[in-house]
């Protein structure tokens, strides 16, 4: 725990000392491959949970280091594909030169913000850390050089915080709740763990409903999630990455560390019924309005929606499988949103300003990324050579135990939103006007960006196709560690 | 201690809050805004003292000392400071509430909530004041939410937040109070975020290139301090 | 043995039937003669005409290709292999090559209208693939109307076998005029009416281009092609006719090999299809050729014939 | 070392060679060398022939060889079987995959971009692998796997030619029609789950009837799509002419095939459906045979005439299922045995002849360069190879006796025929009419295949790309030889087939009726050169035109032409509707300038079942957009502001 804390300062007073922009990177990627080596050291070696300070406030666990791991290698590959894409956007002026310090502060502030929230044992310190998150965010929204970036921040923490503060609300109770059956009150969740069967369930039931608005808003879940397609719209496309591939996860993560408390005592029958309805909602919002979308990231947001929806729906099944499946999901989504970002951007790029319909030869200008893009969107529809396909499938078959009604609307939702993916990307990429000669200049793919797509697509394949043995092992020390 | 009608207090006091609430959602001038905001942080801060005084626990004292300082001091010369740069004297136009329909929907708001937690009060054993007072704290921190998509300007949304702030911890201080490390950190957090929202408020009304000039000399303050 | 009687049979079968048709050929173009008050020719003028064709130089057209050369020679074999199908004379105990399914003689029939509606289009004038367009649109819409009344007989005598379906009727003792027998003689003399483009469907004696439809596929043939084509029309209209006349009076039909029961059977199966030509050219010269389009109700008719014969079967059983 | 592993040995071989086959191009994505492909293409055909003489042995001793090829997490695993069923369905695609390997030698050399080359030798190859592991598979999660494989591949396969705005209308469309095939089965497979337990295909006879009757239209619905039964035909003739010819050969030849390997392992291992599936699935059949003949009437363009013709076939073979199922419910053991065969052997004979026609077709477009027949002629001289294996292949669609796609039909008949004495006099009524449809089917289909044939090869070249139109090249011809063979062996050794495999069937032996045909034909040719001895030469002149001079190509017979009186006597079925537009000079609307006027076919389903449901999803997700475009926060804090209120009311009175 504590070399985090060094190895965080350390990057974050290094990148305010530093003045070219390639120190900055650097330091970044530094830092983002330290610590996911750690992580990997601690998930390997480590025998967890370990529990730190005295009252027990931070601890590390499976399902922390897990996300923990996820955080740092999307963080590493943003990095990475960072350094080519600020030179491309300061070149455009698209952001100011004297602003970079201040963006690659909070840059790195954020997955480390992440990083405690994840290992924060007590709820409350962890709703402390995901505000937190919040904020940092919207700074790193707020930056670039456009005047709508900053209503949309202001816009998004609006939403967040005051969600959040509703979540708050929930704790309180919970604390009251404690406070009354077992004298003193805790937050800490190992210890709630074991308290929560005795308390009275209707009260409890209302307060996970409480901390559940907070957290659903945090990973978009739909009529909270209204802030996160303009967000990813305007954001850089290193920002939206973050704020897809990861930030989702820690609201999805706090809902499941709520629901691991509530699983087996009486009110799970009423959570689960809303999360049901939450998550079918969801679904169905986000795979309509793909349809009509004009700009690919905002149509890659819907599909992040759709796909917490589904994450939503997989965790009120409740059995350990599907919670298997679940966990398998987010890194899978991960891993996917980052490319089909990362592809866009350069795409948007190559025809700035143009919306969907109207772009042309756009497999001719940008071969490599628009392969990055088609691949990103079959794993993301579940097709079969890839990850998402498994998990799918998985959370299927559970939800056929539980009803039959629920798996049928389910299904059809898929098939709408599959439907979707191929309308868009029929209108992206078959428009072809001018022949050879007077194409448009071809934008310089650097390295930088296209080292972490291949990376991402290499992960997706193996993903697909062979689950490793240790991600096996930890997933399943995940689930029954949750209680579930 | 003397054992004067402590409850007839805070129902007073509870009164005084709503007034300030209703306040805030019906006035146009911004800067009485502000001082609403700073009276009813105040009267929040008297509540918490009083508490205190009732069940004398530590923690309650140093929670309203700290809410006077940041609530009724600190956050409001912040807002005062950063209105002064965006020049703006009133918030006029209302946006899906009239004034006068807000005002309704709150009060129908405070009932309905208060009817709804009837339910829970009984295995919570929340008697009398306690149970009013957790119900208003949860309507009032309705009310900042109707504050904050009924009125147009930016600045006036963060008013709106605060006063949200405020009904949590109102409450906090009656169903429960947290350990206070974490009511430490969530006080400097509302501050953090304060500070965001006033400079993006700010940064919505005046032209784009004002707006990163007024962050730079920002960004130094802020390399100053740390 | 009586692998050695099935190959006796092909063989006089095959010659029998390619011997008498042209002269029923004759015989109808005589009858409508003096239908219509002339002589006509002599009886055994379709084996002059055959003979003439065969000496005749042959011209082909210098669009066509090898299809205008080869349609001929199938169109002759496919109607050998048909009349193998169809016993004349007597009936060999069913072989194991399974010959005589109707649904195998029926499609014999339709490579051989294949080839020649090909090998009309293949000159690449209008005559001949009008010719060929409108012999597809009738079989198209008539085809189905055969198989409907073949279902019905295979319904009534319930075996779909050609060889066993007369040695029912031979043996069977329907009385004659039994309504099962009468529909059916209705349907099969309609089918060979259309098979063979008799009057109502089609004109073989003009060669006026609008009329003709039959005629219109054999224009571009010549010599000895035309000969062939010639033969190959007059052996189906015999084995229409034998289809006829052996299921509704099969007198003459004999099923055991005797030398004197072949020359009678033989006989009997000529005076036999000569009362049916006679019959086909007084209606042939009685009737007028109908519009195209007017012909899909002449076939709805069989059809609705057929379907009376499988409820008249099912409800009578 | 027994027969079994003998051949599973095989397998493996075979399916090693063809992966290895689809990798090697991708390996190599840019370079255009020649030598790249051919070697991919030589390896995917011995793979071919070594998965042929691996199931041969299974079809013949009815081994059933069971084997677990990977397991991702414990219970998603790929396990397979090969039953008689699945290794006959094995030989069907090893075979045409096998001519169409030979063909697309040289066919994928026409192409222009290298990427695009090496990229559908690699697509096919893997095309051919998730079908023989859809057909082998016996756990559901496998079954799902390839089949979904099987549809994306085909989907890159179709989306080749991206450029053309039509293929972006096909793969649209083709793409969401897999999506929701997957979907029933899906909705099947999870039903049989929950009953049968297992996740294998295992047989669930003793059910409640409600459940088997769900997951028997379910599954139906779900194969009927991919096979292109007529509700759910519509992608077909959209995806087969954007394909490129040998794609489109693979898709319609064997592709469609799988679906109908889907339905009859259903039908035949997993649940009997009851008496009205058999009437369902006969109603399904005599309807897509007669709609896909039908609309195959009105086409022009020679693929689409295929694909029509495609979804003919399929309606013939669930004709020989349906049957299958209404006997054995009767328990008639003897003709449903014929029925089963009989669609079984015309799923394969369609898949060779089909597969040929593909090929003969894209070398015809090929050397043409136009889909169109109204724009061909002639090419009887300058293709004769072509020309004679497309006849070949028309002459065996349209059933015709010497070759198989007669002797399939025969069977069916015979069913039809036989089932006459034995069933209730309303079903007797039923078998009847469907009994009549089947026959005009068959009629129009050969009247359609002699246009086509017709129009496309012979007579004069109606324009100049037909005019200059040169024989393809050897591969090109070798590729659909195979199938034409097949075409002519099947048909002639069907009975020997048939009694080889130990079923004693009432057909025809062509074996001995060919025979005699040639013995008679020698001797009709002797007899004819002697009696024929003539002074003159054959003459080549003028064809006869009533006296006209020269024969120009304007005056031949059109394909629209050709099969207008057959469209006339179908027109309600075809419910053309024709617009006019005209341009007056004046303002009065009296004088008349020009004008424009057009027969235009309307698109029955297309316009009432596809359109509407797309119009309205469109819609709906525009409205919704609409409501989610605005960057205010105002709105969105509303819609939280009133969900946190219900949440909290509903929450306080109901838990």
Redesign the interface.
Known sequence: MLIYCVIGVAALISILLSKSHNSMTVISVLQSSLSLGVTAYFILYRSLPVYYLSNRYFFMDHLGLYETLITWLIFLLTSIYASGYMKHLIVLNRFKKENLKMFYFAFNLLPINIMFAFFSNNLALFWVFTELTTLVSAVLIVLPNAKDNIIIALNYIFIASTAMLFSFIGLILLFGLTKNSTGTGTLNWDSLLSIVPSISSSVLALSIIFIFIGFATKSGIAPFHTWLPHAHAKAPSIVSTLLSAVLLNVGIYGIIRVYALVVHTPAARIISVIFFIFGLFTIAVAALTMFSQKTIKKFIAYSSIENMGLILVGIAIGTPLAMFWILFHTLAHSISKALLFFSAEVIQEQHEGLIIGEMSDVLRLQPFSSFCLIIGSLTVIGIPLFPVFLSKMGIVLELANVSYILLSISVILFFIVASAFSVVLMDIFSEKSSDDEDLPVRNATPLTIVLPMVILIALIFILGVFIPQNLNDLLIKIVSQLGI | MINFPYEGILSALFVLVLVTAAFILTRRNILSLFTNYAMQSLFIAIIALILFLKENSVTLLVLSILTFATRVLIIPYVIKKIQKLMRIRRDVSFHYLTPISSLIVSIVLIISIYYSFYKFAANLSLAGVSYLGSTLGISLTFIGMLVIFSRKKAITKIVGYLVMENGVLLFSLFFSELPLIVEILIILDLIMLILIAAILAFGIDSTLEEFHQKINPLQKWVKEKF | MNDSTFVFY?IFN?FFAVIISPFFMSLIKKVKAYCQGRKGPQLFQTYYNL?KL????????????N?MRITP?IN???I??SS?CVPLVFIPQSS????G?I??FL??L??AK?FM??SG???????G??G???E??I??????VI??VF?AL??VM?T?DIYRMFTNSVNSSMPFLNPIKFLNSISLFIILIVETSRCPVDNPETHL?LTMIHEAML??NT??NL??MELSHAIKQTLLMALLINLIIPYGLITTLTFTGVILGAFSFFVKASIVSVIVGVLESSIAKSR??RL?ILFMMV?FFS?LT?LFE?FLK | MSLDTVSLNLFIAGMVFLLSAAVLPLLFLRNGKRMLRYSSLISAFISCLLVVCASLPVVVYNLKIRFVIYTITYFFSITCMIDRLSAFFIILIAVVSLSVIIYSFSYIEHMIENIKKNMIVCLICFFIVSMIMVVISLNMFAFLFFWEIMSITSFFLVMSEYEKAETKKAGLFYFIMTQLSTLFLIFGFMAIANISGSYNFENLDGVSSIAVNFIFVSLFIGFGIKAGIVPFHKWLPYAHPASPSNVSALMSGVMIKVAVYGIVRYVVDIAQPPLWGGIFILIMGTISALLGVIYALKEHDIKRLLAYHSIENIGIILLGVGLFVIFTNYNLTALATLSILGALFHTINHAIFKSLLFMAAGSVVQATGTRNIEEMGGLVKRMPFTSSLFLVGAVSISALPPFNGFVSELMIFLGFFQSGALLSPILEILMFTCLSLFALTSSLAAACFVKAFGITFLAMPRSDHSKNAVEVKMPMLIGPAIPAVLCVVLGVFSSRIFTFLGFDLPIPDLLVISSIAIISAIAVIIIVKISGRTKYPVRIDETWGCGILSQNPKMEYTASGFSEPIMDIFKPVYRTHTHIEKEYSDKHNTLFQKGFAEIRLFEIFEEYLYMPIARFVMKISADLAKIQNVIEPDSYILYTFVTFLLLLIIGGWFI
């Open positions: 092909i095959l003979m065969m000496k005749k130089e042959v011209v082909y057209s210098s669009t066509s290709s299809i020679y002759i074999v496919v050998l292999l193998i194991g090559s399974g010959f399914n649904i195998l499609y014999l339709a490579l294949f509606a090909l289009l293949d000159a690449g004038s209008t005559f693939s009008m060929s367009s409108r597809m649109t079989s198209a819409v008539f085809e189905p198989i409907i279902a295979a319904f319930n779909a281009e224009l571009e010599g000895k000969a062939l195209l389009f899909p059809f379907f499988i099912v």
